[in-house]
């Protein structure tokens, strides 16, 4: 887990602290397929930025998730590039301006991190953006081996003529 001590940083009004953080990651479960970090632990930019009114935290790394294609179930990779603020009024009675993850004197980097990945994943994670998925009617991957199926058990008055072609 990936915390950050705020005691460190003195900051006055209009100053910045810039760090470089290792940012763990957990495997996120999505569409109930679970997606695993690769690697790990990646590199963020951390900065804090002092207002006159309160303290902007920003976030910036890019995340690498492995998991299964929503269509076709073969390996898939996503990048998501993550770019995330949070701000903490100095007025504690300012509950809408306070962030969730200053808790005590810490910042929770880790939970924070997990959120913003979470939000930033699209509606389905694909191989790639084509990806032709499975077949339906025979569960091939239609990447692999492009293909389509005949009516075979359509029009009776085609089965006569079927037949014929199946003698052949
Ligand atoms: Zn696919
Ligand atoms: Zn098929």
Known sequence: MTSFSLRQV??????????????????????GQRYVPV????PAAFEITRANTGTVFSLQFTARLHGPCYRCLDDAVLEVPISAREYQAEDPEDE???TQYVV??????????????ALALPEQILCRPDCAGLCSVCGKNLNDEPHTHEEEHGDPRWAALEALREER
């Open 104 to 117: 005590g004197a810490n910042l929770d980097v880790s939970q924070w991190a997990r959120d913003a990945v």
């Open 39 to 42: 690697p790990e632990q990646v």
């Open 10 to 31: 003195k900051l006055r009004p209009g100053e910045q602290y810039r760090d470089e953080l290792e940012v763990e990651l957990p495997a996120f479960e999505f569409g």
């Open 96 to 98: 809408q301006m306070q």
